[in-house]
Nanobody, 122 residues
Framework: QVQLTESGGGSVQAGGSLRLSCTASRYLYTMSWFRQAPGNYRAGIATLNGIGVAEYSDSVKGRFTVTRDSAKNALYLEMNSLEPEDTATYLC???????????????????WGQGTQVTVSS
């Protein structure tokens, strides 16, 4: 059973920064960050595969940076210039192999973390 554990969430004022971490119990080729605010659908925001190809949603491009440490089976999300609209539960998702549309294919991810809350106040 693969486990994903997120950490690093919290409360911050608009303009601030946070760094999220996701640690997996084994190596996973595709690792991504999703977020879900109350009443909203779960949206993919950043992904990074095993050969270093990253993608971002338009909503976070230029403000968020996704990195990974394959030796530690870890995925990170550096979030800068946070806005109140970024308030959500952030979830780590992962797949053993390639996900064709990694920011859209929620059902393609077999493994999900429990999520970590990020709250941005104005």
């Amino acid at each position: 059973q693969v486990q994903l554990t997120e950490s690093g969430g919290g409360s911050v004022q608009a303009g601030g920064s946070l760094r999220l971490s996701c640690t997996a119990s084994r190596y996973l080729y595709t690792m991504s960050w999703f977020r879900q605010a109350p009443g909203n659908y779960r949206a993919g925001i950043a992904t990074l595969n095993g050969i270093g190809v990253a993608e971002y949603s338009d909503s976070v491009k230029g403000r968020f940076t996704v990195t990974r440490d394959s030796a530690k089976n870890a995925l990170y999300l550096e979030m800068n210039s946070l806005e109140p609209e970024d308030t959500a539960t952030y979830l780590c998702a992962a797949s053993l192999g390639t996900v064709l549309v990694p920011l859209m294919g929620n059902s393609d991810y077999k493994f999900w973390g429990q999520g970590t809350q990020v709250t941005v106040s104005s």
